[in-house]
């Protein structure tokens, strides 16, 4: 319980950078990535958990990075993140949480175009939508 509750902290400090600034520090990436290869190195030195939890959870944030590679309608960061949970939590795990925080983007994103808030064109941060799914899996189901 101890690590979900360091990573929300850390998942809503990435947050407000992204809604903010609209990008995310390679300092704050960088404390992500220590975090998270000292945890799962833990875990798997004491046995916690196998190698194939890491790996198959990378797969989801893989994903991500691969649409924002091709796509560019995606964040590096945010499929950083996302790999990162799925490295932490697992393939189930992280891929609830990616399904999760992508109908509650898509939900957002179709609430603010009827209401005219926003044009199709307009960027939306995603790492929020990810915060609030983490919480949501984590907390909730």
Do not use: H
């Not at 799962?40 to 944030?61: A, C, M, N």
């Not at 991500?64 to 960061?77: E, H, M, N, Q, R």
């Amino acid at each position: 319980m101890w690590k979900v509750g360091i990573f929300l902290i850390y998942l809503l400090i990435l947050s407000i950078f992204d809604i903010r600034e609209r990008r995310i520090s390679v300092l704050l990436l960088a404390a992500g990535s220590i975090f998270t290869g000292i945890v799962v190195t833990y875990e798997l030195f004491t046995g916690y958990i196998s190698w194939l939890q890491p790996v198959l959870g990378s797969l989801p944030g893989i994903f991500l990075l691969l649409v924002a590679w091709f796509s560019k309608k995606a964040g590096y960061a945010d499929g950083v993140v996302l790999l990162w949970i799925g490295v932490l939590y697992g393939y189930q795990e992280g891929l609830s949480i990616l399904g999760v925080s992508l109908f509650l983007v898509s939900m957002t994103s179709v609430l603010l175009l009827i209401l005219r808030k926003v044009k199709k064109q307009t960027r939306i941060p995603y790492i929020p939508f990810l915060a609030v799914g983490f919480t949501i899996v984590n907390f909730m189901c």
